[in-house]
């Protein structure tokens, strides 16, 4: 892979665009030197910020669009009048092959509509979903769906495993990942029927991945499997909730060292430490929702992220690059089993 | 109510029965010294216990059964076969008016299914829920359904929202608690079809609750609202993602006060102020799920919790009766609107 990556940008996209997006695009050199932009929007605004980045000047190629999709645009409403827009002309790329990936910090129904559109989904795959890495007990693990599909049936969840075990692969660098199906019991007859089917088709034999069974809400940080498979209303409720209860937890840690002056001194004394584990749940770290199971490589930064976050999320994009994930899928896709015929009795 | 409160125990559910039960009713007596205790289970196991506990002994009266539910028994064959058992004993007491409220920290399907044909659901709810207290950035707040059912239809949705909010206001003393839909967005278009019709019904003029909207999972801890009101497979799964987050926090910041000498001094000087903090989200303080919905008192305690634990399920219990939820529960249904009947065409 002596090729240089190219990495298409929705510079508009985010709370702060294009600044934002900027930044994190230089401070991503920094890990990835041999990187090449493409940054999608509006000249007037892009040009006076690159003019102070000159690293990032020196490698990037700006495409110039006054259009852009907000916040508020509907994904129907996007997908039929944002041709122009910053969002879609960085997909398009991708799918030109003029890109290896892309990233953006927009609106992410809109994002997902468009990515579904223009890179198509992999043969095999029904409907893509949301991916996100996080940290647990024992290091980090891959959860989706995470909110593009509100309802799934029984094959989208097998497909969701497939896809997660190439990711964990890939990016995570496990040989033989562990899959878990979420559910509100590990014993075999609870949750809903789908869970069930989708259960017995991931351990019959000749299944595609390594399955570990189902796993309850508090196994997700406890890192029990590699890979989380749930619906994208559950997976998305539970990302969320981890981040509030991370906040919550920030917060009284923050007001326990505010309670009195010996408390103060030991904050001094142990501020290194703290920020080191500060460091390790750094929502910022984790940013950079993949797109699995489309054509091409799409991420989704947080809308609020800092430029820290937005390198993250570019680092994302490289690495599925980089270690090849579309042609690990295909081949694991390859490899899935069809869902078992009813027998004939 | 000069009356005193009499609790009914199952004394042989939980990890560690009957000891935990005793030892935790004999510390709930120091917070409420007017209970008298029913203790159901075996007199072999419980006698000697209650020869080195006086104060339990003393307000308390054993009545003896050779039968009890184990984990393992299926809701089904529990409610066939355990007739005799401990647990159902204590259910039989709330039923006959002999007791105010029952505890139980055994197996919990067993218990609901048990509690349902013993107490019977309140007239205008179709089934009960399970609710629990939780800390938030604002104080405390509620959320159910934690798993009695997995799936919901609106109208559990909104039966749900009546129930939490008469708890709300009895035993968090709230005058207007404030309802929330768990989602995954707050927009209006967001999420199932059922939690759509569900906001609209809460949402009408004569809605029985003061109803915020949608939530989403970070609004849980937010404290965003005094009423989570969700379906019980996402209850279960956001409640227990929770948990398992803050066990990741407590063992992150274990590590880094032990990641240098430094650290392990500012601990040691921070350690009263930590401590405290670590009260505030003790998940003992907040054992004692509520069974709502039944024309009795029913709590569930976790079945690995200690004394100070299952002190505080037994709390709830007291709380719940000597704030006439029922009352309250009743009163509020009486207000229920009806469904809107769909209008002819």
Redesign the interface.
Known sequence: MSQRIRIALDAMGGDQAPRIVLKGAERALQRFPGVHFLLYGAEDKIEPLLAKLPKLKAAATLRHTDEMVTNETKPSVALRTGRRSSMRLALDAVAAGEADGMVSAGNTGALMAMAKFVLKTLPGIDRPAIASIF???RGESVMLDL?AN??CDEENLVQFAVMGDAFARCVLGLPQPTIGL?N?GSEEMK??ETLRVAAARLRAPGSPVAFHGFI???????GVVDVVV?D???G??????????????V???R???R??L??R??????????K??RN??DPRRYNGAMFLGLNGIAVKSHGGADALGFANAIGVAVDMHVNGFLHQIRDELARLAPAPATAAI
Not at 236 to 249: D, I, P, R
Not at 265 to 274: K, M
């Open positions: 940290p647990t007990l909110g509100v309802e979420l509100v949750g809903h309850e809400g508090n196994d997700i940080a406890g749930t994208g209303f559950t998305n409720v539970a990302l969320k909730t981890a981040e509030g209860t991370s906040k919550l937890f917060e009284y840690l007001q326990a060292f309670h009195s010996l408390a001194l030991g904050y001094l004394l142990a501020a290194p430490a703290l080191k584990m390790r749940i």
